[in-house]
């Protein structure tokens, strides 16, 4: 959900001293020492440049994956790609179990010699093959935190986690400091969601006003938005594309109540936010969110008590859903974060360009989740409903 960017004060002379006359490290994919967590992770466990098991690339490729002291995140070592042309991943075997909802991170950053190449964070198995989950165009010298999160699918006990791009010669990615998380069965983590829906019309705006209550500050985070998406049902799987305006208080807020924008572009496996850090919000209180369409800019817009807070053009330009709810995910245990919020004045801009009221056709209540609507089901802050 978050991409953070940290800057380091290395150079890019440092790095194009990097030694390339590693031998391509190609070990067996099944690779039977795998483990529940990523090892080697940081490539502080390497002797040389060419030797830092348990990373591999596939064999074939022409481009060479190796270690290096040039652009460490951490420690003293990182890794590297060179693409050489073709799509290269640098990848190892991890354990995990199906019906289980896990965190990838990395960080990453690329060579700025080119017009661009990313650095796709991918996870595969022999069931969903290569996934793109979360990419990223960071340039050096900016490190960049890319993550994604994934369901295990039913009887996949193991896969890989690569990191993958493709650039011309003498371009480059660089990486360091893995990490795999289990955050618990995912029925647990995936059910902390409680949206009121409008479905199956064209829809070319969202607007709430949105109760903020007391969100617990301890999850990863808790949030309450209004949003889009372009195809019912919204799906990663099916890569449907969304654009989402809100509140959130968590973790990955520094413990701060914050507006946010997340959106995913249509075609894409991946979806990524960003926190809005120049306007402050309070708990117990409401305000206006809304996403609409521009027809002049052909960008979606997201809009914060009136103030345009993000635009962006997406792969959508109308959209099937409109909702309003509260999400959160919080790490076990205890696994279920308590969600509620209120979503008063549910309007939606209809495809004559009028915003119209509309009730919600699909309201989604379960476990302690609810989603309430001031006037109909009374006032409730946080909490069960
Ligand atoms: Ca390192």
Request: aromatic residues 10%; proline residues 5%.
């Amino acid at each position: 959900m978050s991409t953070l960017l940290l800057a380091l004060g290395l150079t890019l002379i440092v790095l194009s001293s990097t030694s390339v006359s590693a031998q391509d490290p190609e070990i067996d994919p099944s690779d039977p020492e795998a483990q529940r967590f990523i090892r080697n992770p940081s490539y502080e466990e390497v002797t040389n440049s060419s030797h830092l098991p348990p990373w591999s690339k596939a064999k074939g490729s022409p481009g060479i994956i190796y270690a290096e002291q040039s652009a460490p995140h951490s420690g003293g070592w990182n890794g590297a790609l060179e693409p050489l042309g073709s799509w290269l991943a640098m990848r190892q075997r991890v354990l995990v179990a199906s019906g289980r909802v896990y965190r990838l991170t990395t960080w990453v950053s690329t060579s700025n010699g080119d017009s661009g190449h990313p650095a796709n964070l991918v996870w595969n198995t022999n069931v969903s093959g290569d996934r793109v989950c979360a990419y990223s165009l960071a340039r050096w010298a900016t490190y960049s935190h890319v993550e994604c999160w994934f369901d295990v699918p039913d009887g996949v006990t193991k896969f890989l986690v690569k990191l993958k791009s493709n650039a011309p010669n003498g371009q480059w990615v660089v990486v360091d400091d893995w990490k795999i998380e289990d955050w618990g069965r995912s029925e647990e983590v995936q059910s902390a969601q409680a949206l009121g829906k409008v479905q199956g019309e064209a829809v070319f705006g969202a607007n709430s006003a949105i109760y903020t209550g007391q969100p617990d500050g301890g999850s990863y985070f808790v949030a309450g938005f209004v949003g889009v998406c372009n195809q019912v049902p919204c799906s990663v799987a099916l890569q449907t594309g969304y654009y989402e305006v809100g509140f959130a208080k968590g973790t990955w807020t520094g413990g701060q109540l914050k507006p946010y924008v997340s959106w995913k572009e249509s075609g894409s496996l991946g979806g990524t936010g960003r926190t809005i850090d120049n306007l402050t919000l309070n708990e117990d209180t409401r305000y206006n969110f809304e996403v609409r369409f521009n027809d002049a800019t052909q960008e979606w817009e997201a809009y914060v008590g009136g103030i345009l807070v993000d635009h962006r053009a997406l792969g959508f330009v109308s959209s099937q859903e409109a909702a309003c709810g509260a999400e959160g995910a919080k790490q076990s245990p205890p696994i279920n974060p308590i969600l509620s919020t209120q979503c008063a004045s549910f309007k939606i801009k209809g495809a004559n360009g009028t915003w119209q009221s509309r009730d919600f056709n699909v309201t989604k209540t379960q476990r302690n989740n609810c989603v309430t609507k001031t006037g109909t089901y009374g006032w409730k802050g946080w909490g069960p409903c």
